[in-house]
């Protein structure tokens, strides 16, 4: 089932307006969701929204409030703001193109699918593609989503366009202060010679589905043994040998090591997956029951 735009306007460049669509481009499925429950009755803890001397109350009788003063608000109804005449509200404007590695890499903050909607955006779409290529640039421009005033890059990606949000400069905090900490070390110059031809022996292209989340898996595991009444099957790494202090000796050593023989060794059983935890979790209720 093809995923559903979660916003939809337009993309525009001085007085060129492309209609386009928004997908995410990332996803929480694989994330492992836990609830807090309570332990002596095994029920899951609910939350209420509560006003002192008041009590509990209900969603509806919910505004937005502004604090100008300690205890003081300026109340603001969120129709007021959908009422507000914002032009960025359902455009996205480019307002300039840049080198894709002048934008430092703390800005980008989350990818979205960029898809052109409708037959009549396809010809500004893939026009705009085929220019950002072609001059190795990255347009730049902003645009309001979920309430939030956004900066955003657009720029091509395989056969479409990726659109990041980027962060704020208010939200980038300074490196400096902390960096200045780092004392000013002399480097051995064969150390340094070793440091580089263990970088050469490591290096390849960014293959990330080679990068397994052992901690996710070691989770699973856990609630599947639980789910079947068994102690987990946890799997430990080889021990690595005693701590090495010398860094020379540790570089001498990394070096000698044929390429690929620090792999970590394989698990020897594989993690249940999250949908085989689902059917042995509504088994187990119906044995239960």
Known sequence: MAPRAFWTGHLRLSLVNIPVRLYPATTSERAIAFHQIHEPTGKRVRYQKIV????????????????????????????????????????IEIVRFVDEDSIDTRYFQTPYYLMPDGDMADEGYVLLRRAL??????????FILRGHGNIVAIKPFEEGLLLEVLRHADAIR????????????????????????????????????????????????????????????????????????????????????????????????????????????????????
């Open 174 to 289: 300074p490196a400096q202060k902390l960096f200045d900490e780092i004392p000013d070390v002399k480097i051995d110059k064969e150390a340094l010679e070793l440091a580089k031809e263990l970088v050469t022996r490591k290096s390849g292209e960014f293959e990330p589905e080679q990068f397994k989340d052992e901690y996710a898996a070691a989770v699973w595991e856990l609630i599947q043994a639980k789910l079947e009444d068994r102690a987990p099957d946890i799997v430990t790494e080889e021990p690595g040998g005693a701590k090495v202090i010398n860094i020379m000796d540790a570089l001498k050593k990394s070096v000698g090591k044929r390429k690929g023989s620090g792999a970590k060794p394989r698990a020897k059983k594989t993690a249940p997956s999250r949908s085989s935890a689902k059917k042995t979790a509504r088994g187990a209720k119906r044995k239960s029951a």
């Open 52 to 91: 002192p001397e008041v009590g509990a109350i209900e969603n509806e009788e919910i505004v937005k409030g502004y604090e100008y003063e300690k205890g003081k608000y300026v109340l603001i109804d969120p129709t007021e703001i959908d009422e507000l005449k914002l032009e960025s509200k359902q455009s």
């Open 133 to 142: 290529t072609e001059t190795k640039k990255v347009g730049v421009g902003q």
